[in-house]
């Protein structure tokens, strides 16, 4: 299941939030996360519902099956 968030890919909706939190924070921790964006980036994880993933994959054969 393809499954984004404000039509935007994980890694991208990620960085944009580090991002921000490190403009408005002044953080050194978010820039350094930023500047070792490629060792960092596997460290995260994405916790889904089970029964969310279910419903989206629903969805997502549904509309296979419409188009």
């Given at each position: 299941?393809?499954?984004?968030h404000?039509?935007?890919?994980?890694?991208e909706?990620?960085?944009?939030?580090?991002?921000?939190?490190?403009?408005?924070?002044?953080?050194?921790?978010?820039?350094?996360?930023?500047a070792?964006?490629?060792?960092?980036?596997?460290?995260?994880v994405?916790?889904?519902?089970?029964?969310?993933?279910?419903?989206?994959?629903?969805?997502?054969?549904?509309?296979?099956?419409?188009?």
């Amino acid at each position: 299941v393809d499954v984004r968030h404000l039509g935007r890919a994980d890694d991208e909706l990620l960085r944009s939030l580090i991002e921000k939190h490190a403009q408005l924070t002044g953080s050194a921790r978010a820039r350094h996360i930023l500047a070792n964006w490629d060792r960092y980036r596997t460290k995260f994880v994405k916790a889904m519902p089970n029964e969310y993933r279910r419903a989206l994959t629903e969805l997502a054969a549904k509309q296979r099956e419409a188009a």
